[in-house]
């Protein structure tokens, strides 16, 4: 089982019994989110926070300006499968990042978060086996426990994954889906390379597993490194992509989308539909307009840089204050270290936080894998002099 | 079972055969929404539609002017409970309708509907029974049945209900939920009286169901009835309270909101988590500031003279029109006119289409109820002119 952080108390209070009334099984099973728990104590006075994973607002472009009658034209219901003009510019800008797909493939949704929930409600029922990476993204376990859904876990290596490992998987069990995060995964900001993703495509189509693809990073690719998506490779098998702008633009609107399948893809819009009706309107205008400028491009480059010269620092103060056996390696794209120390690290949530500094153990994301020893230092939100002055504070707590 | 609307194919493609996936039960289980499905039909040149639930976009209101350092608050990442400027006003509008509750009680969501899906969702299981007036609100009729909840039909009479078979119901069965829409019901119209809401309150407390109060029309009072909320009559029984900007002010921000009994809170707050993280946050903002601004009771007022007027005139031509044996009560409030008719008229969907106009045949609302004879008609989103042309088609096809 995933989630067994240490919390402290402060920052999760505990849930009371419930005396007079009978929660369904998923209301029993859902773990709450220690990450978002954590936001609130990340942001008192003074703490430097190495936890969420949350874009940086300075380079956030303004929203783009409505006039009232753009404006006038989102306040009534729209569709369920989300705006046309933000779903044409999607079928563009994905063309170009190698996944040709119709418009009527695509759902827009309430994040890419919601697209994980969808997937999930689809297709996993309680004892249904799902391979995730091991370690995955912390909310996505979330949303897999929740359901009651047995995890598989695929252990990532960091250097090249062991495809025989994930081949003996789909052999020997009966999965309903393959939940990977190819591209700068979270936690580890591991890069599939072109010939895993040939391959993994390949295994999807001869065990005719669903293949759930979730892509929020991939703008931030760093270093130019092949990010071609899984589902492109794939011909047969149903699969799922998930993108988001939320890593790209802003976050706040709530707007991500989901690129599926023909075969998949009623049941999607159906379950979509029971679920909110459909993603706000103005916030998919306002991403659409942007779209539309044709200055996404040029934004996407400086986000890299922004991002590349916070993830180059962090490598060098990494480097020059860590004490030996602390491993990691920079990764090529994302928002996160991945540190696998020598000693049990399980307290320093706790310790970090008396000390001014939060970081997330790597248990909240492992399944099967040994946590203890890891950490996620997220780069993304801090600024270079909080970065050292919180390195500093972490190398006390290591010594 | 709900939702056997005899739908014709232009309007529902038939979903092909799965052949190669596995989809959980709730994907096979899950209905799609007649209701939906038939706006696109409705939007055809020359068609009048008294199908869709929509309010008028002529009485919505401009959106407020944000400054750019407002617009900047809100692209980041936001708290999963929703923004507290609109929880705030909320607590205080909440309390001028009869309902106390606190800031710590709110959960914002992506429209009402969500409510709805996670209230489901965390108490229902396959098999749980749930009382529901028959006939409800067809999406949440969708989501119960995707749920694969059993259905306990509480007849409305529309005349004052039988609240002795509503106690035979808790009595002798284990409901997890009664789900009520006790003020301007959809699609009855019915307006629960003062003692109806009283009488209920104790029988809530007295079995300890949880009780999911929906309340998106409260505001379309033309008449001045009473309308407090059951749920601030219950004093034991865990309860759930839904609202909705909807029909207020601006459907397409998705913005609705739940008021949650302080044992039942968490579990939503960490279904919300899961589901997408958060609610959009320029729609909470932008609903927060026209709060803010103190006009929203003019603004009731206008929307309820619109409404009003178009209602008298609805019923007026139905008075001028309608065959005999055909009846009805004109609803005190909402957006609905529920006519009984003298013989089945579950083709008039199809043949309405032919004749372009657009009616709900009442099966789409029934559990056990005889739908076949009834039709929903809405008066909110048509004009005068159309309206008196629409009836004239109606009236056609009727004789």
């Known amino acids: 089982m995933a989630l067994q952080l240490d919390i402290p108390a402060q920052i999760s209070p ?38 969420g994973g949350l874009p940086d607002a300075v380079v956030m472009p303004e929203l783009p300006q409505l006039s009232s009658q753009e404006l006038a034209s989102v306040v009534q219901y729209g569709t369920s499968e989300g705006e ?4 044409q510019q999607l079928v563009s800008w994905l063309s170009g990042e190698g996944l040709a797909c119709e418009e009527g493939q695509i759902l827009i949704t309430s994040g890419s978060q919601q697209g994980l929930d969808l997937a999930a409600r689809l297709l996993v029922d309680p004892g249904s086996e799902v391979i995730v990476e091991d370690p995955s993204y912390l909310a ?58 040939i391959d993994i495509a ?50 706040g609107l709530r707007t991500g989308f989901m690129v599926a399948h023909p075969e998949l893809y009623p049941y999607l819009y159906r379950a979509k539909q029971a679920t909110d009706l459909h993603t706000n309107r103005l916030g998919q205008l306002l991403i659409a307009r942007f779209l539309q400028q044709g200055t996404l491009p040029t934004h996407i480059e400086q986000l890299q840089k922004h991002y590349r010269s916070k993830r180059d620092n ?42 001014g500094v939060v970081v997330l153990p790597g248990s909240s994301f492992t399944i099967a894998a040994d946590g203890n020893r890891c950490l996620r230092l997220s780069f993304s939100q801090i600024s270079l002099p909080e970065m050292e002055e919180g ?7 290591l010594s």
Chains 1, 2 share one sequence.
């Open 140 to 197: 996505m376990l979330q949303i897999l426990n929740g359901l009651g859904a047995e995890l598989l876990p695929f252990t990532l290596s960091g250097h090249g994954n062991d495809l025989d490992a994930l081949e003996q998987l789909l052999q020997t069990r009966q999965p309903r889906m393959l939940y990977l995060i190819p591209t700068f995964q979270n936690p580890t900001g591991y890069c599939y390379s072109e010939q895993e993703r």
């Open 391 to 397: 390195i500093k504070r972490l190398v006390m707590l």
């Open 14 to 51: 505990q849930i009371p019994e419930i005396q007079t009334l009978s929660l369904s099984d998923y209301g029993k099973r859902l773990p709450g989110s220690p990450v978002r728990e954590i936001l609130s104590v990340s942001q008192q006075p003074g703490m430097i926070s190495f936890a």
């Open 202 to 251: 390949q295994l999807v189509d001869r065990y005719g597993v669903v293949l759930v693809e979730d892509d929020p990073y991939r703008a931030l690719n760093y270093d130019g490194v092949f990010t071609r998506p899984i589902c492109h490779y794939v011909k047969q098998s149903p699969w799922i992509y998930l993108g988001s702008f939320s890593k790209m633009l802003w976050p």
């Open 84 to 87: 046309r003009l933000l779903k």
């Open 314 to 355: 962090m490598h060098r103060l990494l480097v020059d204050y860590l004490p030996k056996g602390v491993s990691w390696q920079s990764p090529a794209g994302g928002m996160f270290f991945w540190l696998t120390l020598e000693a049990d690290c399980q307290r320093l949530l706790q310790q970090g936080i008396e000390a």
